[in-house]
């Protein structure tokens, strides 16, 4: 678990995982993989395991990100083959089908081979519509499907459901696995292949001297071959990657439901957000199962107050499964979404050629960041990849154009708050567990009264390039609306491209 963060947990986090040093000398490795999520981690296994000497590093703990928050389905792109089609062509979305299902078989092979107890499973994914209007997307959908070489079929209706969904696609074949338990197995097979893990040790900066790349930690030094940034979205380019996607909040809610009163499958539909839904078992034992119900996304730092999105969902939830008793989980997380649908995996743009980067991955991280690990270690290992060109991060967004510009006149809208007063006007407003911005002349300080009414006065100005920041009061959190870092109420770094903390500030007395 991210001890830093203060927010949320979902129900994977009751799972422990493995502990590691905290790195505090100089060393030298082959690869040096930053983050210990499920890009980071696949990339060093597959690396360590082609005999590469790899030295995984991350900022708070194994599994600490966004893999902790996960529903962990394995299915078709969100942003659907028709869309994929019409932007790429034909000849793309077939790569893009190759490269799902090339992903979720590595998963499944690695869980076999290594012998993971992950509760890895194959079961068939759906795809409806809430609304009529969203009838004739399925039916792009699946002429789109089809073309790219999917297994797609036409249904009146997903069976066995409570509800009667309309016309649906099913998708036989997708997956889902409990995604820290798949983390843990993954960090100890990579520690039998010689893997080196060092945790709470943040990369601040990487420099390139005499083909040696020098990851710089708060405590210690990495030089290294090649460096790959895992961290979900990336800390070391300051600007071009994140014109190109935009970071989202998403929420899930972990509700009980009678053993067997539920189809085993996956379920999603085609709204803007939409609604993914799976179940699990807490355990053997249990009586019950969790259905896993997420949506209600909105971009980051742009709802303080966002717990009216779990009643949302709740209330969907019970209309539509009136089997439905306690709510036992609640959490949010964050999804970086490509302006032109596909993710971003491979050489970091403008920056040493053995720097690579996997990021954009949309609700579809499990597949994306595997994706990504696969391509990543052919190119460290001099291997072509026919993948190489679609998922390019240097690629110009010739395709996505209209999103790519609205995001953008979003983000740069945000730099509007610094004429804006302040949320209050004394610091002895802010109630007890809140935080709120304050302004005093042209600088605004972002304040957080704990429980026993102590103040954390820091400054609002985001430490990427400087947006103001925005509380969050279901996280506990500062969100930056421009690009998506996220603070603790001290002004620590939970979510990138932030790199260094939130500075202090001190009240007036
Ligand atoms: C609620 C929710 C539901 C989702 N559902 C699905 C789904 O059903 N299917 C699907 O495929 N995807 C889904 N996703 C997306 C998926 O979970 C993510 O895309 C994926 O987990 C991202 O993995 P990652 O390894 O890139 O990042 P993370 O898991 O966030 O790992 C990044 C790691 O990098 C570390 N780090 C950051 N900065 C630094 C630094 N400077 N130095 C060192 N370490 C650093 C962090 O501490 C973290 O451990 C969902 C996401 C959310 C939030
Ligand atoms: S994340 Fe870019 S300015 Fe805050």
């Not at 790195?23 to 210990?36: A, H, M, P």
């Not at 690396?47 to 529903?71: C, F, Q, S």
């Amino acid at each position: 678990m991210n001890n830093l963060s203060m927010g949320s947990q979902s129900i994977w986090m009751r799972t422990a995982l493995p502990q590691f040093p905290v790195l505090r000398e100089k060393l030298d490795t082959e690869v040096c993989v930053i983050g210990g999520g499920i890009a980071g981690l696949t990339t060093a296994y597959l690396l360590a395991r082609e005999g590469k000497r790899v030295t995984l590093i991350d900022a708070a703990e194994i599994g600490g990100g966004e893999t902790a928050r996960t529903t962990a389905h394995f299915f078709p792109p969100d942003n659907r083959y028709f869309a994929i089609e019409e932007a790429f062509g034909t000849s793309k979305a077939r790569l893009v089908a190759e490269s799902f299902q090339q992903a979720t078989a590595l998963v499944e092979s690695i869980v076999k081979s290594e012998k993971l107890d992950c509760e890895f499973e194959r079961l068939d994914g759906y795809l409806f519509s809430l609304t009529l209007d969203g009838y004739a997307d399925l039916d792009k959908e699946f002429d789109a499907a089809r073309q790219a070489g999917i297994e797609v079929y036409r249904k009146e209706r997903v069976p066995d459901l409570s509800f009667n969904t309309g016309p649906c696609l099913k998708f036989p074949n997708q997956a889902q696995f409990h995604p820290l338990k798949y983390l843990k197995g993954l960090a100890e097979a990579f520690q039998r292949n010689r893997g080196a893990i060092y945790t709470w040790t943040r990369a601040l900066d990487i420099r390139s001297h005499d083909d040696i790349l020098t990851v710089t930690t708060e405590n210690g030094a990495i030089a290294a071959h090649s460096v790959v940034v895992a961290t979900n979205t990336p800390f070391n380019d300051f600007v071009v990657m994140h014109t190109k996607q935009a970071s989202y909040r998403t929420y899930v809610l972990g509700i009980r439901v009678p053993k067997g009163s539920v189809p085993r499958i996956l379920l999603w539909d085609n709204g803007d957000p939409y609604y993914y839904i799976r179940l699990t078992t807490p355990d053997e034992k249990s009586e019950h199962e969790i259905l896993v119900v997420g949506g209600a996304d909105h971009k980051v730092g742009q709802d303080e107050h966002p717990h009216h999105r779990f009643d949302e969902i709740e209330k969907w939830v019970r209309q539509h499964y009136p089997m439905t008793g306690s709510v036992d989980f609640k959490w949010s997380g964050q999804v970086m979404e490509p302006a032109d649908g596909v993710g971003y995996m491979g050489r970091n743009p403008m920056d040493d050629k053995n720097i690579y980067i996997i990021t954009g991955d949309s609700g579809n991280g499990m597949t994306h960041c595997t994706v990504g690990a696969i391509l990543i270690t052919d190119l460290i290992m001099g291997r072509t990849n026919s993948w190489l060109d679609l998922y390019d991060p240097a690629r110009k967004p010739t395709h996505g154009v209209p999103e790519f510009l609205k995001e953008l006149g979003n983000t740069l809208a945000q730099y509007g708050d610094w004429v804006k007063g302040g949320d209050v006007v004394s610091p002895r407003k802010i109630p007890p567990g809140e935080g709120a911005i304050l302004r005093k002349g042209g600088k605004k300080m972002a304040i957080y009264c704990d429980d026993k009414g102590k103040l954390y006065p820091l400054s609002a100005a985001c430490t990427h390039l400087g947006c103001v920041i925005s509380w969050n009061a279901t996280e506990k959190s500062w969100d930056c609306p421009c690009h998506g870092s996220r603070f603790s109420v001290t002004g620590k770094v939970l979510h990138g491209p932030a790199a260094q903390p939130l500075k202090v500030m001190q009240l007036d007395p």
